[in-house]
Each structure stands twice: as structure tokens, then as C-alpha cells.
């Protein structure tokens, strides 16, 4: 499953550059029986099958002996919710075991064993940990530095500074009637900067309020806050 996500574009050259190091752990290898299980009924019935605690605990000790202690991370819908915060702050740690479950879920014990987080990406099912795990190593990634192309666009991304990011425009200027903004094509550096800010403020304050309500705005973007209330206003009444 990871070798499409992890051999392609952005990922594949962090890795080639050594900025990023991934190994994938099969926890099958840390089986005992010939049949290599790595899972099991539930204890007391009911639907699904469980990872057994073992093989991830040998799994675990392994990877932790050979590379030192760092956070074990088991990617799980009952964790706390990924946001941009929390991934900045995973992207300082020197390294990172991820855990990924299956099924119907893992032994509990496994949680009280080795797990120092739980993260989940969303308030939904997945049938694996895996695409919540690729989607960690991506968004760490493109934190790390020397990973982005340009440094400068991911502090401009959404969340990074706590607002959406602006909208963009590239060519043809008119397209079946629909046209770049004109302030876009002024080469006014001062200008643009300044519509930038505002309409990133516009569309959090029209999408999520609640990202406005947790940051703290300078002098300029209060300024500007005030004039979109303004003119949303003024479009209400008129
Ligand atoms: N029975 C579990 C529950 O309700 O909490 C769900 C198990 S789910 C079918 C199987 C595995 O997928 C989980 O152990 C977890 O690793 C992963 N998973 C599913 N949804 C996820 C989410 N929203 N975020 C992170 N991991 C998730």
C-alpha cells in the first residue's frame, strides 16, 4: 500500500535526499507460529478480528532497540484530530514509529504497553491505519526543511498561519468570461499583498469562523477584518 505514496514526487525526492528516512515494518515478520498470526477473535465475541499484542510488541522493541527510543504513534479514529499544530510539532521529533491498525482494532494492552499518542485524521472509519499513516508522513514532510521547492509557500498555506490560504490565478487571463482580478496583473507588490491578506481573511471568516476566533490579529488584520464586515454588510443591506 505505501509504495505508490512513498515513491512518488515531493516524498520520493525527501527520501532520495536523505531529509526523510521511512522503513516499513511488516508485523507478520514478528510472528511465531507457521502460519505467521498476526491476529485474532475477541475475547467475549462479537464481530471482527483483533491485532494481537506479540508480534506488535516484538515489532516495537525491534525498531526501538535499533533506533532509539522516539514517540510511538498508533493511528486510531479514537485519537485526538490531526491539525496543523500538531503536525508542526511532530516535524521537530528526530523520529516517529507509526502504528497502523486493521480490522477490527488492536489489543487494548497494546495501548497501555508502547503507545505515547493516538491520532486520528477525521471523525470517519477507514478500513487501516495505512492512509491515516501516509497522510502523516506527508504533511510532516512538507514541514521538514529543504523538502518544498520554495520555503515561502507553505508559510502561506491554509492553517499554517492559523487563516485559509488566499485564491490563485495563473493563465490564460479570461477564460469562457471568468477573469483574473485586475489587481493580480498591476505588478503593485504593495497591493497585491494587501488583497491577499484580505481575501484570506475573507474566506475564514466565511468558512471557518472558527480559526479566526483562535488567532491572535495584528493591527493590519483587524483593519482589514473590519472593512470585509463592511462590505459583507453593505452587500446585506443593499
Ligand atoms: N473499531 C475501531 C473503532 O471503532 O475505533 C475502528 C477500527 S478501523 C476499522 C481499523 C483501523 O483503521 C484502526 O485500528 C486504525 O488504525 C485505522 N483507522 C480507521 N479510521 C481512522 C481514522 N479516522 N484515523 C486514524 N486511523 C484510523
Keep these: 500500500m505505501f509504495q505508490g505514496p512513498f515513491n512518488e514526487s515531493i516524498i520520493k525526492r525527501a527520501r532520495e535526499k536523505g531529509i526523510i528516512e521511512i522503513n516499513l515494518i511488516n508485523i507478520r515478520d514478528?510472528?511465531?507460529?507457521?502460519?505467521?498470526?498476526?491476529?485474532?477473535?475477541?475475547?467475549?465475541?462479537?464481530a471482527g478480528m483483533v491485532l494481537k499484542?506479540?508480534?506488535?510488541?516484538r515489532a516495537w522493541k525491534s525498531?526501538?532497540?535499533?533506533?532509539g527510543e522516539c514517540p510511538v504513534i498508533m493511528l486510531s479514529p479514537q485519537g485526538r484530530k490531526l491539525d496543523q499544530d500538531l503536525v508542526k510539532s511532530l516535524s521537530k521529533e528526530k523520529g516517529l514509529i507509526l502504528l497502523c491498525g486493521h480490522y477490527e482494532g488492536i489489543d487494548e494492552r497494546v495501548r497501555e504497553a508502547i503507545i505515547t499518542d493516538e491520532i486520528s485524521i477525521g471523525d470517519y472509519v477507514l478500513t487501516g491505519g495505512e492512509i491515516p499513516a501516509m497522510v502523516?508522513?506527508?504533511?510532516i514532510t512538507r514541514m521538514l526543511p529543504g523538502v518544498l521547492g520554495d520555503e515561502q509557500s507553505k508559510l502561506e498555506d491554509s492553517f499554517y498561519n492559523g487563516l485559509l490560504d488566499y485564491p490563485v490565478y495563473t493563465r490564460p487571463r479570461e477564460f469562457m468570461g471568468l477573469k483574473v482580478p485586475d489587481i493580480l496583473l498591476s505588478g503593485n507588490h504593495g497591493a497585491i499583498?494587501?488583497?491577499?491578506?484580505?481575501?484570506s481573511l475573507k474566506k475564514t471568516l466565511l468558512r471557518r469562523?472558527?480559526?479566526l476566533e483562535k488567532k491572535i490579529l495584528n493591527h493590519e488584520e483587524l483593519s482589514l477584518l473590519d472593512e470585509i464586515k463592511k462590505e459583507i454588510a453593505g452587500g446585506e443591506n443593499g
Design 63 to 67: 525498531v526501538s532497540e535499533s533506533r
Design 53 to 57: 499484542i506479540e508480534p506488535i510488541y
Design 136 to 139: 502523516l508522513v506527508d504533511a
Design 193 to 199: 499583498d494587501r488583497w491577499r491578506k484580505k481575501e
Design 209 to 211: 469562523p472558527d480559526l
Design 30 to 46: 514478528f510472528t511465531e507460529d507457521k502460519h505467521k498470526t498476526a491476529d485474532d477473535t475477541p475475547f467475549g465475541g462479537g
